[in-house]
């Protein structure tokens, strides 16, 4: 209870500890690298859900253990499932009343609300998680895409490259406009789902001499 009061004091400091462990995009200049930097963001953003459930079952054992209405089986299905109450607590509050009241509640309406209550701040806790960490991911995904964009339209890449670049830009800007993109599917399904494209060369990576004698 007290690591949940912790981090429901200060949401934020996961997504901080996240952006510290990441590291700055500017070292990241190849495609593998960024593919693993999406890939660890998003594991930081799974884990939230998996760490709600955990803390569903703590806070539930703590609201009710006075009360022997609801066992410790079906605790355990409210706990796992509770982000899929996210928007529709009061399926979860008559569900909920409506067990208290099979197993003998003297005030299965309060044993209810006190599940809803319990359920609330959790899902209150993990809109807080998941808004750092997609603040992140917005942050990250703007950056990389300068990088990605560059990468795309020099001259010196040979065309299949950069069309994988090309690829990669369109990914990054996509996810910085919509960062839950990152939950959706692994890295490299996002970019196969993208069309072949050859980006504009960049006028400032015309060849130069020195460039086309290293060519010839």
Do not use: N
């Not at 928007?87 to 009343?97: N, P, S």
């Not at 599940?115 to 603040?135: K, T």
């Not at 950069?162 to 959706?184: C, F, H, N, T």
Request: net charge negative; charged share 30%.
């Amino acid at each position: 209870m007290a690591r949940i009061a912790a981090l429901e004091a200060d949401p934020a400091a996961y997504a901080e500890q996240v952006a510290s462990e990441l590291g700055e995009v500017a070292g990241l200049d190849g495609l593998a690298e960024l593919a693993d930097q999406d890939a660890r963001l998003r594991h930081a953003l799974g884990q939230i859900d998996g760490m709600i459930e955990r803390a569903a079952r703590i806070r539930l054992d703590h609201v009710l253990a006075d009360d022997a209405s609801i066992g410790a089986p079906t605790r355990k299905v409210f706990a796992t499932t509770i982000v899929s109450y996210a928007g529709r607590l009061a399926l979860l509050e008559d569900r909920a009343r409506d067990v208290a009241a099979r197993g003998g509640a003297a005030d299965p309406g309060g044993v209810a609300a006190r599940i809803c209550d319990a359920a609330q701040a959790l899902l209150a806790l993990r809109d807080a998680l998941r808004a750092g960490v997609l603040d992140v991911i917005r942050a990250q995904a703007t950056a990389a895409a300068a990088i990605a964009d560059r990468a795309a339209r020099d001259r010196r890449r040979d065309e299949p490259e950069r069309r994988r670049w090309s690829a990669m830009r369109r990914e990054l800007e996509a996810v910085a406009s919509q960062p839950e993109r990152v939950a959706g599917a692994a890295m490299a399904d996002r970019l196969a789902a993208w069309p072949s494209q050859l980006d504009e060369p960049d006028p400032a990576s015309e060849p130069t001499f020195a460039d086309m004698i290293e060519l010839d």
